[in-house]
Antibody, heavy 126, light 106 residues
Framework: EVQLVESGGGLVQPGGSLRLSCAASGFTFSSYAMSWVRQAPGKGLEWVSSISGTGGSGSTYYADSVKGRFTISRDTSKSTLYLQMNSLRAEDTAIYYC?????????????????WGRGTLVSVSS | SYELTQPPSVSVSPGQTASITCSGDRLGDKYAYWYQQKPGQSPVLVIY???MRPSGIPERFSGSNSGNTATLTISGTQAMDEADYYC?????????FGGGTKLTVL
């Protein structure tokens, strides 16, 4: 079965750190770009970060709201995507979804999400 | 920064046609994508590359994109189509989402 399963969410104090993981199965993980998309409680979707597939340029991309604080990475041997989140703020509170893109490279004509995980909740509060 | 604007809500009677718009500067020059999200669930891609339907998406879902507006059309709307719908496009190496439209099937 093709699926993405996120983990690592939880309650963290402002200024703290958290690492999210996304385990992929049912497809060749290395062949696809991957992303994180978040959704604050009762709000809309917000793209967070993307990374090209292994063998691609290794390029990473970030939303301005997280640039310099979050780092996306992937481990092909474990078919796992990560999001290291540092200097967390209250406004980072959201469900974080892992999402697969349809091609190896992150490009203008393929920057969309054809498979989503169920998400993991991150709460930033004192 | 690039913005996509959607109406907050759209209502439709069962069996009728629902149209949800998404507006952005020269959106027709880009590809538009649409996602459906039901309460408590993850988003699901329903339209890609303006008008293409992924496998498993019913034929009643269709899309168009021209000028500054992309449109998601649901023909013969069913109660199961009640959900939030989000448009999305690419701009300057970022993915942008519209604010979402709540479709109510009355």
């Amino acid at each position: 079965e093709v699926q993405l399963v996120e983990s690592g969410g939880g309650l963290v104090q402002p200024g703290g750190s958290l690492r999210l993981s996304c385990a992929a199965s049912g497809f060749t993980f290395s062949s696809y770009a991957m992303s994180w998309v978040r959704q604050a409680p009762g709000k809309g979707l917000e793209w967070v970060s993307s990374i090209s597939g292994t063998g691609g340029s290794g390029s990473t991309y970030y939303a301005d709201s997280v640039k310099g604080r979050f780092t996306i990475s992937r481990d092909t041997s474990k078919s796992t995507l990560y999001l290291q989140m540092n200097s967390l703020r209250a406004e980072d509170t959201a469900i974080y979804y892992c999402a697969k893109q349809p091609t190896l490279a992150v490009s203008a004509n393929s920057w969309y999400f054809d498979l989503w995980g169920r998400g993991t909740l991150v709460s930033v509060s004192s | 920064s690039y913005e996509l604007t959607q109406p907050p809500s759209v209502s439709v009677s069962p069996g009728q046609t629902a149209s949800i718009t998404c507006s952005g500067d020269r959106l027709g020059d880009k590809y538009a994508y649409w996602y459906q999200q039901k309460p408590g669930q993850s988003p699901v891609l329903v339209i890609y590359e303006d008008a293409m339907r992924p496998s498993g998406i019913p034929e009643r879902f269709s899309g168009s994109n021209s000028g500054n507006t992309a449109t998601l059309t649901i023909s013969g709307t069913q109660a199961m189509d009640e959900a939030d719908y989000y448009c999305q496009a690419w701009d300057s190496k970022t993915a942008k989402f519209g604010g979402g439209t709540k479709l109510t099937v009355l």
